[in-house]
């Protein structure tokens, strides 16, 4: 085979696989969207995440739909890559920069705190590129009374996790901490202050 020829075939194989990959990807955001579409149910976050899988492209579909802001389907698409994470965490690993950046911008609340969720149970700190953005977040999260209780605890166990190495982040969490506890809080919220609290006092006498 000549090389003129050698080329058209190369282009027209990059071409035909393409064109497989994107009547895959719509396929499965059709079957995606149908099955967000059922409901709020934790069956049909089930559902979901079993059609999921370990499969990259699946994954990555589902988080596409998080990214719409688009509510229910946003929401709901969080908490199915939340619980899938729960299976699979490596899979949002080659995700993570912008998983972190759009729960920073989220408008919708479920997308946020799922998001959240995910990184305070799975996130490796030295994936991110840049901690100082998502640490003055967590804090304005924390401190901030209009934030949702389930918010605001992941943004603690968050924050712990980024200052394991770093004792100033450590004093600067404990001040909030105080000061929110000054607040009349939910009881799981208070709980988890007072856990914390408790945790970052003995760990400056250690």
């Not at 080329?7 to 967000?36: G, T």
């Not at 607040?183 to 799981?188: H, Q």
């Amino acid at each position: 085979m000549k090389g003129g020829s050698l080329f058209i075939f190369f282009c027209c194989f990059v071409l035909l696989r393409f064109c497989v990959i994107q009547y895959m990807v719509k396929s499965i955001e059709s079957e995606f969207l149908e099955i967000l579409q059922m409901g709020s149910e934790r069956a049909v976050a089930d559902l979901a995440v079993e059609a999921i899988g370990t499969d990259p492209l699946r994954f990555h579909v589902m988080l596409d739909y998080c990214y719409l802001e688009k509510y229910p389907i946003s929401m709901r698409a969080a908490r199915v890559v939340q619980l899938c994470c729960e299976q699979h965490p490596e899979l949002i690993i080659p995700h993570i920069q912008k998983v972190t950046q759009h729960m920073i911008t989220s408008s919708i609340d479920g997308v946020k705190r799922n998001f959240l969720k995910i990184m305070d149970d799975f996130l490796d700190p030295e994936k991110l590129a840049d901690q100082g953005l998502l640490l003055d977040t967590c804090f304005n999260w924390l401190i901030n009374p209009r934030e949702k209780p389930a918010t605001r605890v992941h943004c603690i166990g968050l924050i712990l996790k980024l200052s394991a190495s770093e004792p100033d982040i450590r004093q600067e969490l404990r001040a909030s901490v105080e000061r929110i506890l000054e607040d009349d809080l939910p009881v799981s919220l208070r709980n988890v202050c007072l856990k914390t609290l408790k945790k970052l006092v003995k760990h400056s006498l250690s």
